[in-house]
C-alpha cells in the first residue's frame, strides 16, 4: 500500500513539473525575437533614413545651382575686365596730353582677345582695334601681319583750333528741312530719301545726331531695312552727347560707313568696320 502511495505521488509530481516546463518554455524564445523586432526600424525611421540620401542629393543639386552662376559671372568678370585692362593700356601707350575718351568695350567675337596698335602725333591720334585668337600686346610688330589678327574699327580723335572749326568737320542735315521722299522708319520716327548719280539714301534725325543708310538705287529696300534696323537698336541704346553735332553713314555694302562726332575742340572719326550695325554698336560703346 505505501508502495502504492509512493509511486502514485512520484507520477504526480512529474506531470506538475513537465505542466510547468511547457509553461516556462516559450517565454524563451521571446527574448530574441523582441531583440530582432528592435532591430527592425519603424516606418518613420525607414522614412527617415530614405529621406536622408534625397536631402543630401538636393543639397548638392542646391549647390551646383548656386555654383553654375558664379562661374558664368566669372567668365563675364574676366572677359571684361581683360577688355579695361587693354583699354586702359592703350591710353597709357598714346603718350598724349589730347583729353580723348575711349570705348568701354568693344564687341569682339567669342574666343578672341582685343589688342591695338597706337600713333600719336600733337594734334591727333589714331587707335586701330584688332581681335586675335591669342594674346599680343599693344603695338605688337605681328600686327601688322593681317593673318594674325583681324581689324575691328579705326579711331582718331583730331583736336582743331576751335570749337567753330571742329565744327564745321561735322556733315550734319536737317533731313526734315532738306526735303525728299518721306518713310515710315518706325517709334515714330520719319526718315527722307535722296537719290543721285545709282545711290540711294535715307536720312533721319535723333537728337544731334544726323544718320543715313546708302544703298544703290537698283536695291531701294535695304536702305529702308537698315534704317530701320537702326532705329531699333537706338531705341535701347545711346550715341555719344555730341557737343554740337554727329553725323553717321550707314553702308549696305559694308564699304563706306563712317561715323563723326564733334566733343569742343576734338573730332571723332570711326571707321574701317565692316558691319554698319556693329559700326553703331561700337559708337554706342563712347557713351558714359
Known sequence: MKKILFISMLLSFSIISACSDKEETPNVPNKPQEEQESKVPSKSQEEQKTNEPNKSQEAHQSHENQQEPTKANKGNTVASLTQ??????IKSQLNTNLPITLPKGLPISDGTLLTATTKAEVNQVEILFFESNKYLPINDPKLKNSKTATVIARLVVKQYKNAKEANEQIAFVNFSQNGGQEVDLGYNIKGYQ????????TGWNEGRWA???HTRTDNPEAGVKLAKQAVQFLETHMLPIPK???FARLDVYK???LIVWQDEKLVYT???IKEPLKALEITTAFYH
Open 84 to 89: 579695361a585692362s587693354v583699354l586702359k593700356n
Open 194 to 201: 535722296d537719290a543721285g548719280a545709282g545711290s540711294l539714301w
Open 211 to 213: 544718320i543715313e543708310t
Open 244 to 246: 554740337q553735332n554727329g
Open 255 to 257: 564699304s563706306g560707313s
Open 270 to 272: 570711326l571707321d574701317s
